[in-house]
């Protein structure tokens, strides 16, 4: 009998034992999985959003194409452990809507355009600023430069990184009546750019109509506005070309230039992303920037050959003429300064790069 009970704890006892090593044997499984997800070989799809139409056979507008070109460059270089997700054309969330879904997680990255925002942050007005960047050249240079610095450093304040800059060069298209110098505007109905564009446009005379770059082809058609000011690249994904007579060309020397940076969600960067990850990400985006930079030229050649094309007389804008733009916007730029200490420091950096 006593041996019957001695033999029934042994049994016991060898099955707590063989229980107890298979709940530390769960434990160490757990660890390596979660050792797992903090290497290079965790898998995680990033959801990337922007307004521009997808490419059609290779072709579209840049920052589409650059979209298109980061995710196929970062599943590349992390051999499938990153893939991007591109959502074009408000497919997934409205432009007006993209800082606020990056912030709060629907979307993980963005080729945005910060002005939107400006009601928010109102220092990202820098952004869309005129007269504040004086030529195509000089709007590149950010990147390297203490305002670029200083205002990658106001974009991670507020929850997002910048990864690779884009900019966009603006100009003047109108119908029946050509507009070369500031004063010309007088009388004219015009689609302005942003607040502090509008701002500019009213007090050199115009009369100013705000509309999203989807209606302007329907206005300026029906004569609701005489001319709009918007991006070489809004001209052309929007067929503008056709319902205008005149274009004033600012080539590499206008007063306006508008930022388009491709960004990430410091929470997407922080908590999907391995240390390994990010190192590969910034590889791409640095690898890409120069691309970025020559295929936007490209565009800006192509919109003034399609205005030409189409018919619509193209005045070349001097560097003269240039310059009578930019001076006319300093009171606005001076407006933006005042607005805060961050504004005025932004300001002061980009004035440190005029010629």
């Not at 290497?39 to 990337?48: D, F, H, W």
Request: aromatic share 10%; with cysteine.
């Amino acid at each position: 009998m006593c041996k019957m009970v001695t033999l029934k704890k042994i049994a016991v006892y060898l099955i707590f034992v063989l229980l107890l090593g298979l709940i530390a044997g769960c434990g160490d499984n757990q660890s390596a999985s979660s050792s797992e997800g903090d290497g290079n070989s965790k898998s995680v799809t990033l959801k990337l959003a922007h307004q521009w139409a997808g490419p059609q056979n290779g072709t579209g507008d840049y920052r589409s194409l650059l979209a298109e070109r980061f995710a196929e460059e970062v599943e590349k270089a992390s051999d499938g452990s990153i893939k991007v997700q591109v959502f074009p054309a408000n497919s997934l969330v409205k432009a007006t809507e993209q800082y606020d879904s990056l912030n709060s997680g629907a979307i993980d990255m963005a080729i945005w355009a910060p002005f939107y925002d400006a009601g928010k942050v109102p220092e990202f007005s820098i952004t869309l600023l005129p007269g504040i960047i004086q030529s195509f050249d000089q709007a590149w240079q950010w990147k390297d430069e203490e305002v670029g610095k200083e205002f990658n450093t106001l974009l991670e304040d507020n929850g997002v990184k910048n990864l690779v800059w884009g900019w966009g060069t603006m100009a003047i298209a109108t119908k029946n009546k050509e507009v070369i110098s500031p004063e010309d505007l007088k009388g004219l109905k015009i689609r302005g750019a942003g607040k502090d564009t509008e701002k500019m446009l009213s007090q050199l005379g115009a009369g100013i109509t705000s509309m999203a770059s989807s209606e302007i082809y329907s206005a300026l058609q029906t004569n609701t506005i005489d001319g709009t000011l918007t991006s070489f690249d809004s001209f052309l994904s929007y067929r503008i070309y056709e319902v205008v007579d005149y274009f004033n060309y600012t080539g590499g020397n206008s007063f306006l230039y508008s930022a388009n940076p491709l960004v990430i969600s410091n929470h997407a960067w922080e908590n999907k992303l391995s240390s390994e990850q990010q190192q590969i990400i910034e590889k791409v985006s640095a690898d890409l920037q120069d691309w970025v930079k020559e295929t936007a030229i490209e565009s800006n050649s192509e919109t003034v050959q399609v205005f030409r094309d189409n018919g619509v007389k193209v005045h070349e804008m001097t560097p003269e003429e240039s310059q009578e733009w930019f001076d006319a916007a300093q009171p606005i730029v001076e407006e933006f300064a005042q607005t805060s200490d961050t504004a005025n420091e932004l300001v002061e950096a980009a004035k440190k790069l005029h010629k």
